[in-house]
């Protein structure tokens, strides 16, 4: 036969109640450390994503500049209607003409991607349902 244990009315003598209160303040000091930790990762990463935005910029743009200045100068010094300047002028549209049909497909991958994975999420949610509706019927 097994000895009943009467209920202890004082919680504070209870070594159960005080392992579940400090269990409950170091969960709630971890969270709040979690916070602090995330909050200052945010503060940090959009100057870290600045800072790497400009210098991608500032490289890209002297890089196209030293490339291109340096050749529409050499263009403007030859004269008109010769083959050396229209061959330069073509090649300057045809890569326009790239670029802008890069650009289109990407566009187009990207609406394509972005609507695969909405068809992705309502088979997901009708999967959903089928199981939630198999088990709760």
Do not use: W
């Not at 969270?31 to 490289?59: E, F, T, W």
């Not at 529409?72 to 073509?90: A, E």
């Amino acid at each position: 036969m097994i000895a009943e244990h009467p209920a202890s009315t004082d919680t504070k003598n209870d070594p159960l109640q005080q392992v579940a209160a400090a269990m409950s303040s170091a969960a709630e000091a971890l969270k709040d450390g979690a916070s602090d930790a995330a909050k200052a990762v945010q503060r940090i990463v959009p100057q870290g994503k600045v800072s790497l935005s400009k210098a991608a910029y500032s490289c890209c743009y002297f890089l196209s500049y030293g490339v291109a200045f340096p050749t529409l100068f050499v263009t403007s010094l030859l004269p008109t209607n010769n083959p050396l300047s229209n061959g330069l002028h073509d090649g300057a549209a045809a890569a326009g003409d790239m670029v802008k049909d890069l650009r289109s497909r990407y566009e187009q991958k990207k609406v394509a991607r972005r609507e695969s994975l909405a068809a992705r999420a309502e088979e997901c949610e009708a999967i959903a349902e089928g199981v939630e509706a198999i088990a709760c019927g």
